[in-house]
């Protein structure tokens, strides 16, 4: 007999095939809606949710570009490579864990609205709750430029110039964590925008 909570949730029987150590239950949800057109935003910089697993759905309306580019788990070595670029379908969903780094690729045309769910298990976080000294790895090499955050990373000005229309924003930049840089790292986090 499902719990009664989990009755409520459209998605958690996916969701539990997927990843069924973080969907083993869900007692607490964000839910919000984003939406991407000209003249508002285009896209939502590289990010993890806070959100054990995050069901994303597209609810409209037409539009070309808008892609959703994944890379890897944060504190992983490749937490920074690309890993896979998925095209919104309307009506379509795409489930994935919160810890997964991802961002909205600016949209060409049209707009996109998604419903996004970012969905708790708050037994597993308290047991899994990433700590950034002891759980973080050394990264594997230099970021694949599509995976860099413009918010949070601290190398991101050595390989891309500041996003247009973009106020300050950079002064919690915080990855990789000191100590976890890949070999060459160098003075990268000097804020200075490349040539
Ligand atoms: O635009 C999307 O499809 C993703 C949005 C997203 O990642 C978020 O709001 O956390
Ligand atoms: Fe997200």
């Given at each position: 007999?499902?719990?009664?909570?989990?009755?409520?949730?459209?998605?958690?029987?996916?969701?539990?095939?997927?990843?069924?150590?973080?969907?083993?239950?869900?007692?607490d949800h964000h839910s919000?809606i984003v939406r991407y057109?000209?003249?508002?935003?285009?896209?939502?910089?590289?990010?993890?949710?806070?959100?054990?697993?995050?069901?994303?759905?597209?609810?409209?309306?037409?539009?070309?570009?808008?892609?959703?580019?994944?890379?890897?788990?944060?504190?992983?070595?490749?937490?920074?490579?690309?890993?896979?670029?998925?095209?919104?379908?309307?009506?379509?969903?795409?489930?994935?864990?919160?810890?997964?780094?991802?961002?909205?690729?600016?949209?060409?045309?049209?707009?996109?609205?998604?419903?996004?769910?970012?969905?708790?298990?708050k037994a597993w976080r308290?047991?899994?709750?990433?700590?950034?000294?002891?759980?973080?790895?050394?990264?594997?090499?230099?970021?694949?430029?599509?995976?860099?955050?413009?918010?949070?990373?601290?190398?991101?000005?050595?390989?891309?110039?500041?996003?247009?229309?973009?106020?300050?924003?950079?002064?919690?930049?915080?990855?990789?964590?000191?100590?976890?840089?890949?070999?060459?790292?160098?003075?990268?986090?000097?804020?200075?925008?490349?040539?």
């Open positions: 007999m499902p719990d009664a909570r989990e009755t409520h949730h459209p998605l958690s029987l996916e969701a539990k095939v997927l990843f069924p150590e973080q969907a083993s239950q869900f007692d919000f057109t000209a003249s508002e935003d285009l896209g939502l910089d590289m990010h993890t949710d806070d959100s054990d697993v995050t069901f994303n759905v597209c609810l409209g309306h037409e539009f070309t570009g808008a892609t959703l580019t994944f890379c890897g788990y944060m504190g992983a070595p490749n937490h920074r490579k690309a890993s896979h670029v998925y095209s919104h379908e309307v009506g379509r969903a795409v489930l994935h864990l919160g810890s997964r780094r991802h961002g909205a690729d600016d949209i060409a045309s049209g707009t996109r609205m998604n419903l996004i769910i970012w969905s708790h298990n308290r047991m899994h709750k990433l700590r950034l000294s002891e759980d973080y790895e050394k990264e594997e090499g230099p970021p694949d430029p599509v995976c860099l955050s413009y918010t949070h990373d601290r190398d991101y000005l050595a390989f891309k110039k500041k996003p247009v229309g973009r106020a300050a924003g950079r002064n919690r930049a915080w990855c990789p964590p000191k100590g976890m840089e890949y070999e060459g790292f160098g003075d990268k986090d000097k804020d200075e925008d490349i040539l």
